[in-house]
C-alpha cells in the first residue's frame, strides 16, 4: 500500500553533515507516523527519530538528540533527516518507515512500512 525510498546516503568525514530523504507513494494516512531507524553490520536495527503526522511530535535517540532532526512534508509526502554533527559510530544503512498510528512509535516491530536503506558512512 505504502512505497519508500531513500536517498541523501554517503560519504562523510566525522563532523559534517548528511540530510536523508524518504519519499512516499501509495496509499498515506491522516494519522500516520514517520520514522528512520539504522543498522549497523552485526547489531540489530535501531530507532533514530520519529515524527507525527502533523510534525508536532518529535522523537529521537539519545545517540542522535541535539544533532539529528526529523521533519516531513506532507504535500511532497517526503520525511527527511538532517544529520549534523557525524560521528563514525552513526555509520550505517539508515531506513524509513511508516505506520498508521497516532503516536510515534520506537520499536521496528511499530512499522508496517519499510525502504530499502540508504548507506552513511563517517569517515575519522
Known amino acids: 500500500q505504502v512505497q519508500l525510498v531513500e536517498s541523501g546516503g554517503g560519504l562523510v568525514q566525522a563532523g559534517g553533515s548528511l540530510r536523508l530523504s524518504c519519499a512516499a507513494s501509495?496509499?498515506?494516512?491522516?494519522?500516520?507516523?514517520m520514522g528512520w531507524f539504522r543498522q549497523a553490520p552485526g547489531k540489530e536495527r535501531e530507532f533514530v527519530a520519529g515524527?507525527?503526522?502533523?510534525?508536532?511530535?518529535?522523537y529521537y535517540a539519545d545517540p542522535v538528540k541535539g544533532r539529528f532532526t526529523i521533519s516531513r512534508d506532507n504535500a511532497k509526502n517526503t520525511v527527511y533527516l538532517q544529520m549534523n554533527s557525524l560521528k563514525p559510530e552513526d555509520t550505517a544503512v539508515y531506513y524509513c518507515?511508516?505506520?498508521?498510528?497516532?503516536?510515534?512509535?520506537?520499536?521496528?516491530?511499530?512499522?508496517?512500512?519499510w525502504g530499502q536503506g540508504t548507506q552513511v558512512t563517517v569517515s575519522s
Open positions: 515524527i507525527s503526522w502533523s510534525g508536532n511530535s518529535l
Open positions: 518507515a511508516a505506520d498508521h498510528a497516532l503516536v510515534v512509535r520506537t520499536l521496528a516491530r511499530g512499522y508496517d512500512y
Open positions: 501509495g496509499r498515506t494516512f491522516s494519522d500516520y507516523i
